[in-house]
């Protein structure tokens, strides 16, 4: 029997017709490369290897901080007073500050006992305290569940208040500005602050609120997260990577030397008369805890880290969570530089080089250009070189100074350097998400303020027995699981993979079919979908 040909299945016509097409790409292709492709390209990474070198002084800067901290010994209980409350025979409890404990909750039903339990076991005179619990659950479920809890405490004896309202303007930072309206919040001098999923130690107001009671001009006392969950899966070890890095370098760079960073959100101690010299809670953006922050921090307030004092708290333990969370935490601060840029500019009770602090070093490069430089440069402009080889990056900027800041970033958690090539590459994906949510931050646009909560499993998932007993969910849709976005910069990244590998010379298709396949992962829905049962 004769071979079939092709033309035996496919007109001439069809044939035809695409060998016109693919004829008219290479000469649009060869019209267009070099009067604009090439231009365009080289300028691309002229900004984008200004943007490594801040980044790169910026983490340069920040490690030798820390080096000179470590060999001085720059602790806070030393740059501060320092001492324990004392019991006074003469005033009895009086002697020590009231103070109001803020648990804002929204749906929380694997935790809301967690911290509660937590905030209500802490060592301070019973009289001198009072436990907030902020309820802004839709599920009356939950609500009953709660409410029954604060009345278990309240029966052995603990101040414990349970605040809802008939909505939910503001989300955390309304609920927070509502609590704060009550009319025994009067009688406070201190707020500490502790998402649903926190547990403080006993000792955590001892240890925190004499920094406060010493130190009139200090407004802010932040603690350090402890991730309950970090051992979880490979995503979860991500996130404490990052997270890590951000407590033990930026936070206590910030505290040591301009007496500013921004509040976590939680597990943090707030006096009350800076909240309200500052304006109070806002909630115009998505990040209240760090535009409460910055704002008191123009008001002349001080900040201290104590990252000696680690207070219990939960990881998202799937991607949609992180995902969302990730979105909120670098769309809010994008936002929140566009409404008060020129605040800072005009403000006159700050020095001129905090002022650049905040703005260039906080904002500009930690919260804009880190994200952004991440994903145009790995994921956009590098592989793009490759199909335009007489555009070169020189070897310093593409290879040299990454490496430089992954090993800087990684110092923050030691025990997971042998995982630092999934870090890089998960960061990288992550790096679309957020760059897509920093442009919408800056350019206000759709979801400029959306406000998902972070979903918490908290004991969930301990043990077998009790996963078991939870209720079975839905299977994932196709639909639901692809990630469209992440699949399209991975065909992206393998094209100029295959590209390289049919007519490059230097092996840069190794690292982009690595980056593909990262993307393909997590695209196709293989990455933190099913959460473990131990």
Request: hydrophobic share 45%.
């Amino acid at each position: 029997m004769e071979r079939l040909s092709t033309t035996t299945f496919i007109p001439d016509t069809f044939l035809g017709a695409r060998d016109d097409f693919s004829m008219q790409m290479g000469v649009l292709w060869s019209k267009i490369r070099a009067p604009l492709i090439v231009p365009l390209l080289r300028i691309t990474i002229v900004l984008c290897l200004i943007m490594s070198v801040m980044l790169f002084i910026e983490r340069l800067y920040m490690g030798i901080v820390i080096v000179l901290i470590k060999l001085f010994g720059r602790k806070p209980d030393k740059r501060y007073n320092w001492e324990p409350m004392k019991d006074d025979v003469e005033l009895g409890n009086s002697a020590y500050p009231m103070v109001l404990v803020q648990i804002p909750m929204y749906n929380e039903r694997e935790v809301y006992q967690l911290s509660i339990r937590a905030a209500c076991g802490l060592s301070w005179p019973s009289d001198r305290i009072i436990i907030q619990v902020l309820d802004d659950s839709t599920d009356s479920t939950v609500k009953d569940m709660v409410e029954l809890e604060c009345q278990r405490w309240a029966s052995k004896g603990i101040n414990i208040k349970y605040e809802i309202r008939d909505n939910r303007n503001g989300y955390k930072a309304g609920a927070l500005k509502e609590g704060m309206k009550r009319s025994y919040v009067k009688h406070c001098d201190y707020v500490a602050i502790f998402d649903a999923d926190f547990q403080p130690e006993s000792d955590f107001l001892c240890r925190t609120i004499p920094f406060l009671v010493h130190n009139p001009e200090i407004a802010l006392v932040q603690t350090r997260w402890k991730f309950v969950n970090s051992n979880e899966c490979l995503m979860t070890r991500m996130q404490e990577m990052s997270l890590d890095y951000h407590f033990t370098v930026e936070q206590e760079v910030g505290s040591s030397t301009h007496a500013f960073f921004g509040f976590n959100g939680t597990a943090g101690v707030w006096r009350i008369a800076a909240i309200n010299e500052a304006g109070g809670w806002k909630d115009r953006t998505t990040v209240e805890d760090m535009d409460l922050a910055v704002r008191a921090s123009l008001k002349g307030w001080k900040f201290v880290y104590l990252g000696s004092i680690k207070v219990k708290n939960e990881l998202p333990s799937t991607f949609k969570a992180y995902r969302y969370q990730q979105h909120r935490w670098s769309c809010g601060p994008a936002n929140l530089f566009r409404k008060m840029v020129m605040e800072i500019i005009r403000n006159k009770k700050v020095s001129l080089w905090k002022k650049i602090h905040v703005i260039y070093s906080f904002f500009f490069v930690r919260k804009i250009i880190a994200h952004i430089n991440a994903f145009v440069f790995y994921c956009i402009v590098l592989p793009a070189t490759v199909l335009v080889p007489e555009v070169v990056v020189p070897k310093w900027g593409g290879i040299y100074i990454p490496s430089i800041i992954t090993l800087l970033n990684a110092v923050g958690t030691p025990r997971s350097l042998h995982l630092l090539v999934f870090w890089i590459l998960f960061e990288n994906v992550m790096s679309l998400h957020r760059t897509k949510a920093t442009i919408i931050g800056l350019l206000e646009a759709s979801r400029v303020n959306e406000w998902i909560v972070t979903e918490k499993l908290g004991d969930a998932l301990k043990t077998l027995t009790v996963a078991a007993k939870l209720p079975r969910k839905p299977r994932i849709r196709i639909g639901e699981r692809l990630h469209l976005l992440e699949l399209a910069v991975g065909c992206y990244l393998f094209f100029c993979g295959t590209y390289d590998f049919a007519f490059g010379k230097n092996y840069v298709f190794l690292f982009l079919y690595i980056q593909a396949m990262a993307f393909y992962i997590i695209g196709f829905g293989y990455v933190g979908t099913f959460v473990p049962n131990s």
